[in-house]
């Protein structure tokens, strides 16, 4: 079997590809990645002289290049991770998020097409379905709920989705969508909510929380995630959705007050700055498909998983100093300097 995973250089495409080679030890699994700001090859050492193991650096909007990969290699299944994935980045400036999220994902559909492959899985998002109020806790998504991106990046995420299913009607493309709430884990890039709230805690610099922080996020362990695309590459129905999720909505507010407890920091590093625009209230995702069909259930309690995740950042520091002391400060600068 011989899997290309794109964005594996980042952070869940890079915790897949840890979990896929420690799996199935007869598996060739092939990194295609582009390096932008959020992929780190360092992210890949361990794996990097493992015979079952090949990083290729590219673009998923290079076509040409795309179809070398599959000439080489034939693979089987291709699990797409590479995408612009920051929000805030989105709203900056779209234009990225266009290219790589919706005619990335065409690239590489087409020369599944071209090439033929068993299965095609698109790792989405449910952002895509928008949000929800603080005060109707008994809703949550399903993957029948309409689409109703608040977003660029969001938007992106959703027009790749229908790209996806229309590939699967008009072509006959084995194509199947992930759609899984906000990860947290190991790797993960310094400028997303919970990386970014431990590496200020530990350099004692100001926490930064968007209006009043009491928007709602459904927090999953990285790990498990991955073993559900796991389960959904090998046991899922083509042409179906599967949302994702640990039913674990946490308030941002309380995330970082819980960061400060465990890093033993006063709260009041802790600074309102101006909103998000268009800031999304609510995520919570109905897991119930994945669970009834694949049997696929989160094994991680947020409590374990935020206690091993900041383990992890202080074990590591190198890792994360090494992207903020570089271009990481300009994008700092420009994101919070003045909000
Ligand atoms: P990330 O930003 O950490 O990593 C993205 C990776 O994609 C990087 O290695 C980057 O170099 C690569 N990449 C970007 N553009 C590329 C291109 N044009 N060609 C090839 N490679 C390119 O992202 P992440 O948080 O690991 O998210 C991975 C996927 O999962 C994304 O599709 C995202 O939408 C989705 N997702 C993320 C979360 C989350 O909480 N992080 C939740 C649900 C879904
Ligand atoms: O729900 C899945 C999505 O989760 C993924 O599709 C995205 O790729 C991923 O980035 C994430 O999106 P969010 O916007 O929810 O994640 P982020 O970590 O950027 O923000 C989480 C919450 O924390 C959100 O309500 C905004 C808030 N926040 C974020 C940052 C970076 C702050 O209050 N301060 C911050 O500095």
């Known amino acids: 079997m011989t899997i290309i995973v794109t964005g594996g250089a980042g952070f869940i495409g890079s915790n897949f590809i840890f979990h896929m080679l420690a799996k199935y030890p007869d598996y060739r699994i092939i990194c295609l990645d582009k390096l932008t700001y959020a992929g780190n090859l360092s992210t890949l050492a361990d794996v990097m002289d493992n015979p079952d193991f090949r990083f290729v650096k590219a673009d998923i909007c290079d076509r040409e290049a795309v179809e070398q990969l599959f000439a080489e290699e034939h693979p089987d299944i291709v699990v797409n991770f590479a995408a612009e994935s920051h929000v805030d980045r989105s709203i900056e400036d779209p234009g990225i998020f266009l290219q790589t999220n919706i005619m990335g ?13 068993t299965r095609y899985h698109q790792v989405s998002t449910d952002e895509v379905y928008g949000d929800l109020p603080l005060d109707r806790a008994e809703l949550s998504f399903t993957e029948t709920s309409p689409l109703r991106p608040s977003s660029p990046y969001s938007s992106s995420k959703a027009s790749a989705d229908l790209l996806a299913l229309s590939y699967k009607r008009t072509y006959g493309l084995p194509v199947t969508i992930s759609r899984c709430g906000n990860n947290y884990g190991p790797y993960q890039f310094p400028e997303k909510l919970i990386p970014l709230m431990i590496s200020n805690a530990l350099q004692d610099k100001p926490l930064p929380i968007y209006g009043s922080g009491e928007n709602v996020r459904d927090w999953i362990y990285v790990d498990d995630h991955c073993k559900a695309i796991d389960m959904i590459i090998h046991k899922g129905k083509v042409g179906e959705i599967y949302n994702v999720g640990a039913s674990c909505e946490m308030r941002n507010i309380d995330i970082v007050k819980l960061i400060c407890k465990e890093l033993g920091k006063q709260e009041s590093l802790i600074t309102h700055v101006t909103d998000r625009k268009g800031h999304d209230m609510r995520y919570a995702v109905d897991p119930t498909k994945i669970h009834n069909e694949l049997g696929w259930l989160p094994e991680t309690k947020f409590a374990d998983g935020i206690k091993k ?8 520091r190198k890792w994360w100093e090494d992207i903020i002391s570089g271009e ?4 700092y600068e420009k994101m919070y300097g003045n909000r």
Request: charged content about 20%.
């Open 309 to 316: 995740t900041i383990k992890w950042y202080l074990e590591n």
């Open 105 to 117: 994902t065409a690239v590489l559909m087409d020369a599944c097409r071209k090439f033929g492959i």
């Open 328 to 331: 990481y400060q300009n994008y």
